[in-house]
């Protein structure tokens, strides 16, 4: 389905500027009729890329989002140009990582508020 694997011979993406760092990315439609900037040069293995950043190429020229779960450990896929973008704020690559980050820091203020019952340190005095 991909036209990953066919050889050195590969359609030049047409390319542009990224308006935040002004570095050339390939510039390529989507399946959507939509455009989207990605990284030049780049072709990690997808099981390394987040489900929803792997952007595959299709034997017309356009991508799109690589929905196979789990990912063939050999498939490579395209990232968007903005995850590398040293000029944009990273999105949240792993939203399950980033609630259970959030969840522990609400555990940490739960345990230093001083109204909620404190797990005992020591055993109590009985004696
Ligand atoms: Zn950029």
Known sequence: MGALGEGPRRLRDRQSRCLYCGLLADRVATLD?????????????A???????????LSDGRVTVYGV???D?????????R????AQPLPDLWPWLT?????????VERQKDPES???????????
């Not at 450990?73 to 140009?81: D, K, L, T, V, Y």
């Not at 995850?83 to 040293?86: F, I, K, M, P």
């Open 33 to 45: 009729y939509d455009w989207v900037l990605l990284e030049p040069e780049m072709e990690p293995l």
């Open 99 to 107: 609630s259970l980050r959030v969840e522990n820091g609400r555990q």
């Open 83 to 86: 995850l590398a973008c040293s």
């Open 73 to 81: 450990p050999f498939q490579r896929c395209r990232i968007e140009h």
């Open 47 to 57: 099981h390394t890329v987040p489900a929803e950043h792997r952007w595959i190429v």
């Open 69 to 71: 779960c789990p990912p």
């Open 117 to 127: 019952p404190q797990p005992p340190e020591t055993l109590p005095d009985t004696g």
